[in-house]
């Protein structure tokens, strides 16, 4: 199964709480980018960003200042392929891109 971007960032706080589901309940940290979408779904209350576009700025965040020019190419090379956030801290999902390449191999 596909990894989702609310899967991704269930997983990533998952790690980030030390592996706890507990401590990831408790984050505090609402200022996080993630913070709304911590348990793989979305909140009652709509959130400031969309669960990719949350990952987006979480990556922003992780290389460095937010809106600095120069992090966005060290966000696009980021070596960390292991991290969940990782396909999609660019803010495209690339599940998407898949069905599309399918649809049109069948349609050929
Ligand atoms: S919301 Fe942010 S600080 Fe909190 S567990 Fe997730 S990644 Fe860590
Ligand atoms: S994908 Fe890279 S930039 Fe994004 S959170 Fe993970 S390590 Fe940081």
Redesign the pocket.
């Known amino acids: 199964m596909a990894l989702t971007p609310l899967r991704a960032i269930a997983k990533?706080c998952f790690e980030c709480g030390g592996r706890s589901y507990k401590e990831r309940e408790n984050c505090e940290h609402i200022e996080c980018p993630l913070y709304p979408y911590r348990f793989g779904h979305r909140p009652k209350v709509q959130a400031k960003y969309t669960p990719i576009k949350a990952?987006q700025r979480?990556?922003m965040e992780?290389?460095g200042e937010v809106g600095y020019k120069a992090n966005y190419k060290?966000?696009e090379l980021?070596p960390?392929k292991k991290?969940?956030?990782?396909p999609f801290?660019l803010g495209k999902n690339p599940n998407f891109k898949k069905h599309r390449v399918v649809k049109e191999s069948v349609i050929a």
């Open positions: 990533h990952i979480f990556c992780c290389v060290e966000r980021c960390n991290c969940y956030l990782y801290r």
